[in-house]
């Protein structure tokens, strides 16, 4: 009963939302041309399912996504462990990084169209700058958080260095690693869309910016609900989990 | 008389700190036999930890050499492990596997493995908490499983920078009760650092004073060796030998106050 109760409350201002929009279209007569309403955008979403056109474009910004995480991961958490594990190039990496996150991936937009065209090498190389730098930040700060005596026990127990990076760092960063991936997966998906808007090659950034050259107004608000929904279901059914399962399994939250 | 198995020759150490070089410890000769405990006393600050972390290989001296089985000591080894004041068993291993790590490590069959985790269960009393994540134990817990897994193991020397220091006082006399039995059943030699007078005397063969930073050695003292089992705190207080060395140590200790 309770747990229904609170299920609500999520939906509650969703509700609110949809009313408000409504009741300003119908009560205002806002023209069809700047507002639709919600079954409008509803019959334009069931258009846009059954000619396959929301699916193309939403694997598309899906796989985007998708990969320009898996390369970040691949590249970034070792490039994290190795400005972690060293003193030095931590404290002069620190101010680096900060200033390039202050560079937003939108704005290397127009240096990667020159460089690589309105391809998708441009979208994808913006989305993994914007999703890269978090996932090296948290994992160095992860790794530098590792209590030293951890490392120093394990050293007298005999390990070797790859050792201790399997046994000590990796565990124990993991918990931040996958904090900086999500934190990442919310910035990059910004970017993507941002980004597909520009380059025009696909993506539900292409779908909305496309839809506007024809005032198609009901498909540009299915194309946002789409984006939101899309992110929250990733986040929330995917990323979150793996986020809690890592805190709570290993006490870190309560240490 | 045994072999020699730790010998600190002329060891000096110096920090670098922002306002310069900071003398840790002065001239420092120990030399530490095989199988026996030795237990260093000292004020804070006097360099006893910097002296340890020394033999443990974390770092190298500024001056003169330390041999383990003669010969010198370059970085950690698994013949030399070390208990650690706190934070120093992974909070994402079960006590079990925490215990299991060094053998793990050093490629030991399950098998053997689990009979070696199962014994030092037995020995520290973690019995019904094989299976638990060290966040959900108290802090007197957590050291056992730490002292656990030093001695699985098994290394030559076991050395232990105030492993006590952080538990409560009460939890503290059961695992020093404990200690002096795992030492006594398993004649490993043993380096023992603390702040504790009584403990000093309690645990080790011989107790070595310290003066004040930079710290030397300024005395030594036999204590007799307790019998098989291990002492136990009821009869240290009540033996007048016991209180006539530990009044002695105190003394000594004493004089060293900053």
């Known amino acids: ?255 | 008389m045994s072999a020699d198995k730790i010998v600190v020759s002329g060891f000096r150490h110096f920090f670098q700190s922002d306002s310069g070089r900071v003398q840790a410890t002065g001239e420092i000769d120990v030399t530490i036999r095989e199988g026996e405990v030795v237990t260093l006393v000292g004020p804070s600050g006097c360099g006893k930890t910097t002296l340890l972390k020394a033999i443990a290989g974390f770092i190298t001296p500024s001056e003169g050499q330390i041999l383990c089985d003669g010969k010198p000591v370059r970085g950690p080894g698994r013949e030399r492990g070390v208990v650690f004041q706190e934070l120093a068993i992974l909070p994402w291993r079960t006590v079990r596997k925490n215990i299991a790590h060094g053998l793990e490590i050093a490629h030991v069959p399950k098998a053997e493995r689990d009979r070696t985790v199962e014994r030092l269960i037995g020995l520290m009393s973690l019995n019904g908490f094989e299976d638990r994540y060290p966040h959900e134990l108290s802090g007197g817990m957590r050291q056992r499983v730490a002292v656990a897994r030093t001695w699985a193991a098994d290394p030559d020397v076991i050395l232990m920078d105030e492993p006590f220091a952080a538990v409560d006082a009460m939890t503290r006399l059961t695992l020093q009760e404990e200690l002096g039995r795992l030492c006594a059943t398993t004649h490993k030699t043993v380096f023992f650092i603390t702040h504790s007078v009584e403990e000093a005397v309690f645990l080790g063969d011989r107790v070595l004073v310290m003066t004040k930073r930079p710290g030397t050695i300024k005395a030594m003292l036999d204590v007799p060796r307790p019998g098989k089992g291990g002492r136990d705190w009821d009869s240290f207080t009540g033996d007048p030998e016991m209180r006539a060395i530990s009044e002695q140590v105190m003394h000594l200790v004493h004089a060293e106050r900053v």
């Open chain 1, 1 to 255: 009963m309770t747990r229904h109760l609170r299920d609500l409350r999520v939906l509650l201002p969703f509700a609110v939302l949809i009313a408000i929009w409504w009741g300003l279209k119908d009560g205002f007569g806002i023209a069809d041309k700047l507002l639709v309403a919600p079954p409008q955008v509803w019959s334009a979403f069931g258009t846009l399912i059954t000619h396959g056109i929301l699916a193309e474009y939403a694997a598309t910004s899906l796989s985007m996504i998708g990969i320009a995480t898996l390369i970040s991961f691949v590249i970034g958490v070792p490039l994290g462990f190795a400005v972690g594990t060293n003193r030095y190039a931590a404290r002069s990496l620190e101010g680096f990084l900060r200033y390039l996150q202050g560079i937003s991936g939108i704005a290397w937009l127009p240096l990667a169209i020159l460089w690589f065209g309105f391809t998708h090498t441009t979208t994808l190389v913006i989305v993994i700058y914007t999703l890269i730098v978090p996932i090296i930040f948290n994992t160095m700060t992860g790794v530098r958080a590792i209590p030293e005596n951890y490392v120093l026990a394990l050293g007298s127990l005999g390990a070797s260095r790859l050792r201790i990076v399997t046994d000590v760092y990796f565990p124990g960063a993991l918990p931040s690693i996958v904090v900086g991936t999500r934190l990442g997966m919310g910035y990059g998906w910004r970017a993507l869309i941002a980004s597909e808007m520009l380059v025009r090659q696909g993506g539900l950034g292409d779908l909305i910016f496309g839809a506007r050259t024809f005032n198609q107004i009901d498909r540009i608000m299915v194309g946002m609900v789409v984006i939101g929904t899309l992110y929250i279901v990733v986040d929330r059914l995917l990323v979150q989990p793996a986020e809690t399962m890592t805190l709570a399994r290993w006490g870190v939250l309560r240490k």
